[in-house]
């Protein structure tokens, strides 16, 4: 009787190092995997690099006075919550005059410096003196540019009464007036400044007689 044909069901030998090899890549592959996710979850819980704005700083020490211009500065970018308020632009800077010394690298903001000679622009010698309004009305029409002429009350020596008036300054330039005044308390109806005085332009002789004429002076504007 003829054996019977066994069946071919015997399958490819499987030895140590294939085994371990399929072991090693399976390692490998999971440790792959934790790599890439630790990775995407740093990214997505890392911040964002901050915005920045630009900046001035000082490339040197400066010394409270100094007329500040181009070459004082350079720009910067800075995280802009780091930046403080009132930052000067290069428009605002050139002419600007130091109120206190500037460290080189310090930002530049407008409480470190101070507006430009109110005298820029005026004849050699000219002197600036503070005049009062005599009508806080006046105030309304009055504004830096504007040309005016300044009288004085004159009195009577003896009495002290008003006999009229005599003009001591012609055809001089306003250059500061106050503030508007600023409504404060409960119900807004004090005003919080008072001050009645403008700065004008005049030429040494005149602010002689208008510093002697102080407390009976009053401005007259001057048509166009």
Do not use: C, F, K, N
Request: glycine share 12%; proline share 9%; net charge positive.
């Amino acid at each position: 009787m003829p054996l019977p044909t066994p069946r071919a069901t015997a399958r490819t030998a499987v030895g140590p190092w294939s085994r371990r090899r399929r072991r090693l890549a399976r390692r490998w592959l999971a440790a792959g995997l934790v790599a890439a996710a630790g990775g995407a979850a740093v990214a997505t819980l890392a911040p964002a690099a901050p915005a920045t704005s630009p900046a001035l700083v000082a490339v040197r020490d400066l010394p409270v006075g100094a007329v500040l211009g181009p070459g004082d500065v350079r720009e910067v970018q800075r995280p802009g919550e780091t930046l403080p308020d009132g930052l000067l632009d290069r428009a605002r800077l050139t002419g600007a005059v130091l109120a206190g010394p500037v460290r080189r690298g310090e930002v530049l903001t407008d409480a470190r410096a101070a507006d430009a000679s109110v005298l820029t622009g005026q004849p050699a010698g000219t002197l600036a003196v503070t005049v009062d309004v005599g009508d806080p009305a006046v105030l309304a029409g009055l504004g830096p540019g504007v040309h005016v002429d300044v009288l004085a009350r004159t009195e009577d020596p003896l009495t002290g009464a008003a006999t009229g008036a005599e003009r001591i300054a012609t055809d001089v330039v306003v250059l500061r007036v106050p503030p508007a005044p600023t409504a404060t308390g409960l119900l807004g109806g004090t005003p919080g400044s008072s001050a009645t005085s403008v700065l004008v332009a005049v030429e040494p002789a005149t602010a002689t007689r208008v510093t002697a004429a102080a407390g009976r002076t009053v401005v007259a504007v001057r048509g166009a």
